[in-house]
């Protein structure tokens, strides 16, 4: 099989090109339309630095998902020989050499965007870094399940911080009113995400896999995601209204349609914690997971 075949199939199977892509998109807009200047116009989200700065944060989110690989790769090997690098699709030797590649690449396109984007991309590499290493702590961490996807999701605000300075031209200490509340509310929407990804029907559980769900149980897991939902929306809410004067209705309604909707879900599972009730939740906040990013864009826009 050809090198560009295997590692399309690597990426179909890891990355999930068109979906991943989608809420890369969205999660780029929302966090450039909070940076923007209302003087500024929508053809700033149309110049070649914008397309640059979503590209850097495409190959950020891969580098990411390659970091993953070769840390599970023992992992995986175990519990799921199925996946690329455990059935020897691609080898670790072939992994490395590919996240290198697209570090320098980033690392290229964050130098030509301003020193003001490159101080803060080296804030992120150096932190996704941290994460590869998890932390230096990683036994203790991987023994505090909830604690390892608390650190690890804090990447998005960064990733926001990237953003900011890119659409603003300003460096971090400088970033508009408001946009840091924003970034930080990055924290915890990823991190809802994350804790869902494992939260599981009972017939999912496999001895030896930890999951949130068997960690707190069902109502513990839910809990402690919809925490983080709150505590993510409300600091979206916040983040607007510093920014504009006012929280823009079709972002308020939005979210908080959204958010009942994910809560609902989260209620129906903890009554039936089953295969079918856990993948529509998943499938719920994924779903939420877009339409957040895609309402503050819509909502900032008409207001």
Same mark, same amino acid.
């Given at each position: 099989? &050809? ?10 199977e ?15 807009t929302?966090?450039a339309?909070?940076?923007?200047? #209302?003087v ?7 110049s070649?630095? @914008?397309?640059s ?7 950020v989110f891969?580098?990411?998902?390659? *970091? ?5 790769y023992?992992?995986d090997?175990?519990?799921?020989p ?6 020897g699709l691609?080898s670790l ?10 570090i320098i690449?980033?690392? %290229?396109?964050?130098? !030509?965007?301003?020193?003001h984007v490159?101080?803060? /991309?080296?804030?992120?590499? +150096? ?15 991987? &023994? !505090?399940l909830?604690?390892?996807?608390i $650190?690890?999701t804090? $990447?998005a605000?960064?990733?926001g911080?990237?953003?900011?300075s890119?659409?603003?031209g300003?460096?971090?200490i400088?970033? #508009?009113?408001g ?16 804790? +869902?990804?494992k939260? !599981? ?10 999951t /949130? +769900?068997?960690?707190?149980? #069902?109502?513990? =897991? ?9 505590v993510?929306?409300?600091?979206c809410f916040?983040a607007c =209204? @510093?920014?504009f004067?006012?929280? #823009?209705?079709?972002?308020?309604w ?10 609902? $879900? ?7 914690p !089953?295969r *079918?009730?856990a993948e529509? /939740? ?5 779903f939420? *997971?877009? %339409?957040?990013?895609?309402?503050i864009? =819509?909502?900032v /826009?008409?207001?």
């Open positions: 099989m &050809s090198l560009f075949r295997r590692w399309w199939i690597f990426l179909q890891r990355f999930e090109l068109f979906g991943t892509t989608l809420a890369i998109i969205a999660f780029f929302a966090n339309i909070i940076a923007l200047e #209302p500024e116009g929508v053809r700033t989200f149309t070649i630095r @914008s397309l700065g979503l590209a850097l944060m495409w190959l891969l580098h990411m998902r390659l *970091f993953d690989e070769a840390r599970d023992q992992y090997r175990k519990f799921y199925t996946r690329p690098l455990a059935r691609i030797d072939e992994l490395w050499k590919a996240t290198l590649i697209t690449i980033e690392v %290229a396109l964050a130098a !030509n965007l301003g020193w490159l101080i803060a /991309y080296v804030l992120l590499l +150096s932190f996704t870094l941290l994460m590869r290493m998890e932390f230096f702590i990683g036994d203790w961490l991987r &023994s !505090n909830e604690l390892y996807a $650190s690890q804090f $990447s605000s960064i990733m911080g990237v953003i900011g890119l659409i603003s300003k460096y971090l400088s970033l #508009p009113d946009f840091g509340m924003f970034a930080f509310s990055n924290w915890f929407i990823f991190t809802v995400f994350e804790l +869902s990804r939260t !599981n029907g009972r017939e999912e559980e496999r001895e030896g896999i930890e /949130y +769900s068997l960690r707190l149980n #069902p109502g513990g =897991a839910i809990a402690l995601i919809t925490a983080n939902l709150l993510g929306v409300g600091f916040w =209204a @510093s920014r004067g006012v929280i #823009p209705m079709g972002v308020l939005g979210n908080i349609m959204l958010t009942f909707i994910v809560t609902i $879900s989260g209620l129906f599972y903890m009554y039936r !089953n *079918f009730e529509v /939740y998943r499938t719920v906040v994924t939420f *997971f877009l %339409a957040y990013n895609m309402i864009v =819509a909502g /826009y008409w207001r």
